[in-house]
C-alpha cells in the first residue's frame, strides 16, 4: 500500500480552473484537494514540492502505434513496457496500445500482449487497445496496408472484448451498422476513421452509437459546403468527440482553431497517433510492413503519405495551447477528462478528484514534466 503523500506549492488543475495555496493528498487514491493548512488534518506522511509548477491529472494518449523504436504490431511485452516507461516521463498515465490493418493473425499477436501488458504496472497504464484497421476504407488506408482490409466483423475480436475498448471503422462498409450495434452493446467505443462516408453515413453510425472521428480532417474527404461528409457529421453533432494530431503538420493550427470553434474544449480529444520513431533519430522505420521515412519532425511513406507522427502528448499540448490560445486547465482537459469520458473511463481516471486513480503529473509551463505518479507511485522524476 502507497504512503500518504501531499503535493504542495503548486498550481492545481482542474475543470474549474488553477488552484493556488492547496494541496493533493493522495495515497493509491485521491484523498482530497484541500488548503495547505489543512494538509495535518490527513496524516499525512511525505510532502513533495512542486515548486510553483502545475499539478495536473495524469495525460491520455488513446491513439498511439509506439516510441522509442517499438510497436504495437511487434506483439512484444517488452516493447511495451518500454513504451509504457517513456510516456510515464512525458507526463501520460495511461494510453491505448493501437494496433494497425495486418494480417488477422498478426492483430491477434499484438492484442494477446496488449492483455499481458495490462496486468503490469511498468509506467503509464496499458488502459487497452484502439483497434485501427482492418475494418477501415481502401479508399482512404492512410499508410496502412489496404491489401489486408476487412469487412467488419465482430466474430473476428470476440475473444478480446476485455482489451478492445475503441474501434476505428468506415461505417459506409457492409455489415457496419450491425457491427456498430454490436460493440455499443459490448461497451466498446466506436470512432469514424479511415473512411470516405457521406455526411448521411457518418450521421447514422453516430446515431447508432460510433461517439468519435479517428484524427479529424486526416484520411477522410475534406469538408466541402455542398458535401458535408464525416467533418460535417461531427461538427454538426454536439454530442461527437473529434481526435486531433496537433503536431501542426497534420492538421493546419488555423483548422485547429476552426474545429475548436465548432466543437468546444469538452469534445476536443488530443492524440499523438506516434509510431516506433518517436523519440529516435532521424531515419528509416517500419509501419505496419511498410517502410517510413522520418524527418523534419515528420514520418512519411516513400509517396509521401504521412504515417502516423513522431509527437509526445506533452509536445502535443503546447502546440495546440498556442495555436487555439486557451488557458492551460482547458488545453489539459483534452487529453484528461475528454478521453477518460469518452473510453468511460471518468470515475477512475481524468480528474484530481476524491477516490479516482492517483495518476498525476507536475510539468512547468514549457510542459517540461518534473514528476509523473501512477496509481499513488512515483514511476517517473526528473
Do not use: W
Not at 489486408?148 to 475473444?159: G, H, N
Request: net charge negative.
Amino acid at each position: 500500500m502507497e504512503k500518504s503523500r501531499a503535493i504542495i506549492n503548486g498550481r492545481i488543475i482542474t475543470p474549474e480552473g488553477a488552484l493556488t495555496g492547496s494541496a493533493v493528498i493522495f495515497d493509491e487514491k485521491i484523498l482530497a484537494v484541500v488548503p495547505e493548512k489543512n494538509i495535518k488534518h490527513f496524516g499525512v506522511e511525505e510532502r513533495i514540492d512542486a515548486e510553483g509548477c502545475f499539478v495536473s491529472p495524469g495525460f491520455i494518449d488513446m491513439h498511439t502505434h509506439g516510441a522509442v523504436g517499438h510497436d504495437t504490431m511487434d506483439g512484444d511485452i517488452e516493447g511495451i513496457r518500454a513504451i509504457s516507461e517513456k510516456y510515464a516521463s512525458l507526463g501520460v498515465t495511461g494510453f491505448l496500445a493501437t494496433t494497425m490493418t495486418m494480417e488477422i493473425d498478426s492483430i491477434k499477436k499484438a492484442l494477446d500482449s496488449i492483455r499481458k501488458a495490462m496486468q503490469y504496472n511498468y509506467g503509464a497504464k496499458v488502459l487497452g487497445c484502439h483497434l485501427e484497421g482492418p475494418f477501415i476504407s481502401g479508399k482512404y488506408p492512410g499508410a496502412q496496408n489496404a491489401s489486408y482490409i476487412k469487412a467488419a466483423d465482430f466474430s473476428l475480436i470476440e475473444d478480446y472484448r476485455d482489451v478492445i475498448k475503441l474501434v476505428t471503422i468506415a461505417p459506409e462498409a457492409e455489415g457496419s451498422d450491425e457491427f456498430i450495434r454490436h460493440c455499443v452493446n459490448e461497451g466498446v467505443s466506436i470512432s469514424i476513421g479511415h473512411s470516405s462516408a457521406t455526411y448521411e453515413e457518418a450521421a447514422n453510425a453516430f446515431k447508432l452509437g460510433a461517439r468519435s472521428v479517428t484524427h479529424t480532417f486526416n484520411a477522410m474527404p475534406a469538408l466541402h459546403h455542398r458535401e458535408p461528409g464525416i467533418i460535417g457529421a461531427a461538427m454538426d453533432d454536439k454530442e461527437v468527440y473529434c481526435e486531433l494530431i496537433a503536431d501542426n503538420i497534420h492538421v493546419h493550427p488555423v483548422m485547429q482553431r476552426v474545429l475548436l470553434k465548432t466543437k468546444g474544449v469538452d469534445r476536443i480529444i488530443l492524440i499523438t497517433d506516434s509510431m516506433r520513431a518517436a523519440g529516435m533519430p532521424e531515419g528509416c522505420y517500419d509501419l505496419g510492413g511498410q517502410t517510413v521515412y522520418v524527418k523534419n519532425d515528420s514520418a512519411r511513406l516513400e509517396n509521401g503519405t504521412l504515417a502516423g507522427s513522431i509527437l509526445t502528448m506533452d509536445k502535443a499540448l503546447g502546440n495546440f495551447m498556442s495555436n487555439a490560445g486557451i488557458s492551460i486547465d482547458d488545453a489539459v482537459r483534452l487529453a484528461t477528462i475528454n478521453p477518460s469520458s469518452l473510453l468511460g473511463l471518468g470515475e477512475r481516471l481524468g480528474r484530481l478528484q476524491e477516490g479516482l486513480d492517483a495518476d498525476i503529473t507536475v510539468f512547468n509551463e514549457q510542459f517540461d514534466v518534473l514528476f509523473t505518479y501512477v496509481n499513488g507511485g512515483l514511476c517517473y522524476k526528473r
